[in-house]
DNA sequence: GTCCTATCGTCAATAGGGTTGTCTATTCCT
DNA sequence: AGGAATAGACAACCCTATTGACGATAGGAC
C-alpha cells in the first residue's frame, strides 16, 4: 500500500483549488474588479440580497465581529451599501450595488468558463466523476467556507 | 453546457484540502503534537535536513522575512533548533529536532492513513484518477504552497 | 589585495483576516 | 413590565503575510 505518499494529495487539492481562484481573480481584474479578492466574493455570495453581518458570519462560519469588517471592506471598494432595517432597529442590512451584482455575475461566469476548460483538458467523463467523488468525500462541508484567509491573490 | 454552476469545483477542492489536513491535525494533536498546525508541517517540509529562512521562503513560494518568522515559531515549538553556518556567517541554518522529526514522520503517516481511508471511500481506482486527473490539471504548482494563513486548525 | 555586487538575516511599518470579551440598544416573549 | 436573547460596535490581540531599508559577509573581477 501507500503507491503515492499521502502528503500530495492535500497538495493537489489546494493548488485545484488556488488555481481556479487564483485564475478567476486575475481574469475579473481585467473586468473592472482589480480590487476584489476571493474572500470579497465569497462574502458576497453569503450577503446574496441582503444580509446582516450576523447572518454572513452564520453562513461563512466565522464570528460576526470578522463578517462586520469584511462587509465594512465590500462597502469602501463599493460593492455593497449598508442601511439600517427599518423593521428592527438593531439590524443593518448590507445589499449589493450594481457594482456588487456586476462582480457577482462575472466571477460566477468565469468560475463556469473555467470549469469548462478544465472539462476540455481532462474530459468531461473524467471532471464529473472527480466532481461526484468529492462531493461524496467531503460531503455538505463544502459550503461552510472558513479559513479563507491568505488568499491574497 | 453548465450543468453545474462552477463554483462547486473550488469549494470542493478547499473542502477536501482542509478535510484531511484539519483530520490530520486532530489525529496529530492526540499523539503528542497538539501545537503543530499546518503552515508548521509544510515548513518543515521546506526545512528538510537543514535550510536557511531564505531557502525555506523560496521553496514555499514566500517573502524571507515570512519564512523567517515561522522558523523563529518552530524553534520556540521546539521543532527546529538554528545555528550559524560555519562556511558563512551570514547564513543561519534551522535542522529539525527530534521532536520535530517525530511530528513530520507522524504527520506523514497520518497523511498516508487518510488517503487509504478515502480509497476505501470511493475506491481505489476513484482515488487513483483523481489524483492523475488534478495532478494534470495543476502540474507542478501543487508544491509551491503558499497562501496557508488561515488554517489555524 | 581591493572594490563592487549579490546575498543573508533583521528591523520596522503596514495590511488583511481572524479571534475573544465587553458593552449598549433593541426586540420579543412571558 | 420585565427578563432573556440578539445585533452591532469597540477594544485588544494573534497570525501570516507584505515591502522597504539596512549592516554584515562572501566572492568574483581586476
Given at each position: ?16 483549488f488556488?488555481e ?40 461563512l ?8 469588517k ?10 455593497v ?8 432597529a438593531r439590524?443593518?442590512i448590507?445589499?449589493p ?6 462582480m ?5 461566469a468565469?468560475?463556469?468558463?473555467i470549469?469548462a476548460?478544465w472539462?476540455?483538458a ?26 479563507l ?5
Amino acid at each position: 500500500m501507500a503507491a503515492r505518499p499521502g502528503f500530495e494529495l492535500p497538495l493537489l487539492l489546494l493548488a485545484g483549488f488556488r488555481e481556479i481562484v487564483d485564475e478567476t481573480h486575475r481574469r475579473l481584474a481585467a473586468l473592472g474588479h482589480p480590487e476584489a479578492r476571493p474572500a470579497h466574493g465569497f462574502a458576497m455570495q453569503a450577503i446574496g440580497v441582503g444580509a446582516t453581518a450576523t447572518d454572513v458570519g452564520r453562513r461563512l462560519g466565522v464570528s460576526k465581529q470578522a463578517a462586520a469588517k469584511t462587509i465594512e471592506r465590500l462597502v469602501e471598494l463599493g460593492y455593497v451599501t449598508q442601511e439600517p432595517d427599518p423593521a428592527d432597529a438593531r439590524r443593518k442590512i448590507a445589499t449589493p450595488t450594481e457594482h456588487g451584482r456586476d462582480m457577482l455575475r462575472r466571477s460566477a461566469a468565469l468560475f463556469d468558463d473555467i470549469q469548462a476548460e478544465w472539462a476540455e483538458a481532462i474530459g468531461v467523463a473524467h471532471l464529473d466523476r472527480l466532481h461526484a467523488d468529492l462531493a461524496r468525500l467531503v460531503g455538505d462541508r463544502a459550503f461552510q467556507i472558513d479559513g479563507l484567509s491568505g488568499l491574497t491573490d
